[in-house]
């Protein structure tokens, strides 16, 4: 298993571009996550899934979008980037059996560094 | 919003010292992840617990959850200099499935041989 992988590692945008971020399990997981690292700030949730077709919102989704069309696959899209979207970008998944015995753990990928110019 | 708030940010430590980091919430939590980060990779997962005052024992690493869910602390004995990385903890609030996590700020561990 390749776990959890996102292209591409390093990225350079002028403002206003728009770019796909990728990201892929190979784990058959439903839930997915994408994550902003900032220094001094931990890792802030952008968008999650928890299946194919449905999205929700987490604590900064403003800028990104984000679509699930099959389980495997969950891009996170910069519409118009700005400086401030600079970061390093995470992806995870997590199985979420249900019941007692559900498992949170999520693994991430790499990482995107994505610099904003 | 809900919130989870880690102390504290850094800990320099001789080798051989303990080290301890603290997790808060805001509101109560379904259940607790914790994570190391090593410079310059990704998170990885430590443990989960998920009932009131749970205590989890991982070789030198102690983690606790409060009693009311909301805190959570892990320890660790003895440290070496592999245990060098930021500790998260990450909270899954209740009533949102325990999967829309809330992650702490981190706490960066400095160990001096």
């Known amino acids: ?117 | 919003g809900q919130q989870v708030m880690q102390i504290p940010q850094y800990q320099h430590v001789q080798e051989g010292e303990d080290f301890t980091t603290y997790c808060n919430s805001s509101t109560t939590l379904s259940n607790i992840q914790w994570y190391k980060q090593r410079p310059g990779g990704h998170p990885v997962f430590l443990i989960q617990l998920v009932k009131s005052g749970e205590v989890k024992k991982q070789k030198r690493l102690t983690f606790q959850f409060g009693e009311a869910k909301k805190n959570s602390s892990l320890h660790i004995t003895a440290t070496q200099t592999t245990d060098v990385g930021t500790y998260f903890c990450a909270g899954g609030p209740q009533g949102t499935g325990g999967f829309k996590t809330i992650f702490g700020a981190g706490t960066r561990l400095f160990v001096k041989a």
């Open chain 1, 1 to 117: 298993n390749a776990g959890v992988t996102q292209t591409p590692k390093f990225q350079v945008l002028k403002t206003g571009q728009s770019m796909t971020l990728q990201c892929a399990q190979d784990m058959n997981h439903e839930y997915m996550s994408w994550y902003r690292q900032d220094p001094g700030m931990g890792l802030r949730l952008i968008h999650y899934s928890v299946g194919a077709g449905i999205t929700d919102q987490g604590e900064v989704p403003n800028g990104y979008n984000v679509s699930r069309s099959t389980t495997e696959d969950f891009p996170l899209r910069l519409l118009s980037a700005a400086p401030s979207q600079t970061s390093v970008y995470f992806c995870a998944s997590t199985d979420g059996s249900p019941g007692t015995g559900a498992s949170y753990e999520q693994y991430f990928g790499p990482g995107t560094r994505l610099t904003v110019t």
